[in-house]
Structures are given as structure tokens and as C-alpha cells.
T-cell receptor, first 111, second 117 residues
């Protein structure tokens, strides 16, 4: 049973517009959530995170929103740039337990 | 999809000793990665291991401390050498595999929880 789900395998967004990547989870005990970005032939790199005590965290063009009641988080990228084309992984952890990853969403930024 | 197993799943080791973690994949993959997740922190990439070549280490990680083997396309080992309590972490093996329609996908092993006393 997947504890972290990214239901959209791919997403295409026009350059300059907002990209919204969604993630749902089932374990209400998760207390730390992360987004990773991955280019082909490279490992995922950490992008942004949020603790369960917050509902929003911003870092430049990237904002992560957490809705605990819905067990849902999203990553907003605005404005989207060509270099944002990559696979984005949502991940979650409970305490010091290992990170559970979603299957990823491939984001295409269109010129 | 690729299925990854790791051995051991957990271990408690004494300071100064070394532990070798094994990663087995059920299919042949080109790219294998080793990560560390320390308590309360995100994943940190230790090195990229490609079959037939030396592993590529990230800044802050060196081969003497984390020697890696990649003897074939389905197997890799990471050794944590001369361990100290700061090495206590979860170590994850990961692979990149080409899924349906030529899309690259990332898969993670179950992790090895290491505690150094």
C-alpha cells in the first residue's frame, strides 16, 4: 500500500506560469514532508521541506503547502522556468524513521 | 519497476569498526546511488556508483570513509569505515531505471538503520 502518492505522472506548464505538483499521503503520523527534484542520470536533490506544525513554507520561487486534514501537500513553482523541467518527488517521514517517497511527477515546462 | 533489497536492515556497531551494506536490484540498472538520512534531516547523496567505473563522491564524502563496490549491474556495496556515533543514520540505496515509454524513474531500497555506540 502506497503511503505517499503522486497521482499525476506528468504535467506540462507554459513557461512563466505557475506549476502545481500535488501529493497525498495516508499515514497521519508523518511529521516531516519534503520535495526532491531529479534530472535524468542524476540522483534526486533536496528542494524544500515542511514540518507538520506549519501549513506553508516558501523559498524563492518554490512554496510548499500542507493540508493535514486532507493529508495533502503541494509544491508551487512560480514563475516556471525551462530549468524546472525535471521529475519531482514528494516524500514524507515520521520521526527518525526512513523517508517514504512517492513515484514522482515529471514536469515539462513549455516555451 | 525495480525492486531493491538491502542487507542488513539494521545494525548496532561499535565505534572504530566498519560495516558493509549490500544493495541488490532485481533488474540490471546503470545508475545506482547511495544516500544517507540523518535524524531529522533530508536525504544526502553520498555517491553515485556506475558499473565498471569508480564511484563519484559528493562534497563532504570520501572514498576512504565510504568505499563503494559495483561489481555488476544488479549489485553494489557501501562500507562505512572506522565508524563514529556521527555515522549513525539510515543508509539508502537507490537506482534509476527506464520505465514505460522511456521515462526515467527512481526507486529506493528499504534502508539500513545504523547505530554506532
Amino acid at each position: 500500500d502506497q503511503q505517499v502518492k503522486q497521482n499525476s505522472p506528468s504535467l506540462s506548464v507554459q513557461e512563466g506560469r505557475i506549476s502545481i505538483l500535488n501529493c497525498d499521503y495516508t499515514n497521519s503520523m508523518f511529521d516531516y514532508f519534503l520535495w526532491y527534484k531529479k534530472y535524468p542520470a542524476e540522483g534526486p536533490t533536496f528542494l524544500i521541506s515542511i514540518s507538520s506544525i506549519k501549513d506553508k513554507n516558501e523559498d524563492g520561487r518554490f512554496t510548499v503547502f500542507l493540508n493535514k486534514s486532507a493529508k495533502h501537500l503541494s509544491l508551487h513553482i512560480v514563475p516556471s522556468q525551462p530549468g524546472d523541467s525535471a521529475v519531482y518527488f514528494c516524500a514524507a517521514s515520521e520521526g527518525d524513521d526512513k523517508i517514504i517517497f512517492g513515484k514522482g511527477t515529471r514536469l515539462h515546462i513549455l516555451p | 519497476s525495480a525492486v531493491i533489497s538491502q542487507k542488513p536492515s539494521r545494525d548496532i556497531c561499535q565505534r572504530g569498526t566498519s560495516l558493509t551494506i549490500q544493495c541488490q536490484v532485481d533488474s540490471q540498472v546503470t545508475m545506482m546511488f547511495w544516500y544517507r538520512q540523518q535524524p531529522g534531516q533530508s536525504l544526502t547523496l553520498i555517491a553515485t556508483a556506475n558499473q565498471g567505473s569508480e564511484a563519484t563522491y559528493e562534497s563532504g564524502f570520501v572514498i576512504d570513509k565510504f568505499p563503494i563496490s559495483r561489481p555488476n549491474l544488479t549489485f553494489s556495496t557501501l562500507t562505512v569505515s572506522n565508524m563514529s556515533p556521527e555515522d549513525s543514520s539510515i543508509y539508502l540505496c537507490s537506482v534509476e531505471d527506464v520505465g514505460g515509454q522511456g521515462v526515467y524513474e527512481q526507486y529506493f531500497g528499504p534502508g539500513t538503520r545504523l547505530t554506532v555506540t
